[in-house]
């Protein structure tokens, strides 16, 4: 078992910045894929940001692609996920997540089907 606890959101005005953390207990979380989800009121759940194990491959949504950057620290059992220029669409709770390994998963890590763990999420709120 892998238990993920987000932090870092919180109520911002549009253009700020704020950086999310995801921190992994459990298991070797070294070994685990990791990506970053949101839900928005009303709406269904979106990808945002995926990470390989390695950091060697990331991949983005359209809609955060030069603004986000996801990030990790195995030492530190922790994956990040910067937010510039934020938006009020980026107005949602966000959502950590944790797949095992093997190598070679691609793109598919912008599924939510594909991952094994959640956090509980943080709310991100962007007033304009």
């Known amino acids: 078992q892998v238990q993920l606890v987000e932090s870092g959101g919180g109520l911002v005005q549009a253009g700020d910045s704020l950086r999310l953390s995801c921190a992994a207990s459990g298991r070797t979380f070294s070994n685990h894929h990791a990506g970053w989800f949101r839900q928005a009121p009303g709406k269904e759940r979106e990808f945002v940001a995926a990470?390989?194990?390695?950091?060697?491959?990331?991949y983005y949504a359209d809609s955060v692609k030069g603004r986000f950057t996801i990030s990790r620290d195995n030492g530190k059992n922790t994956v990040y996920l910067q937010m510039n220029s934020l938006k009020p669409e980026d107005t949602a709770v966000y959502y950590c997540?944790?797949?095992?390994?093997?190598?070679?998963?691609?793109?598919?890590?912008?599924?939510?089907?594909?991952?094994?763990?959640w956090g509980q999420g943080t709310q991100v709120t962007v007033s304009s």
């Open positions: 997540a944790a797949k095992r390994g093997p190598p070679g998963v691609g793109r598919r890590l912008m599924s939510g089907y594909e991952y094994d763990y």
């Open positions: 990470i390989t194990w390695s950091a060697g491959s990331t």
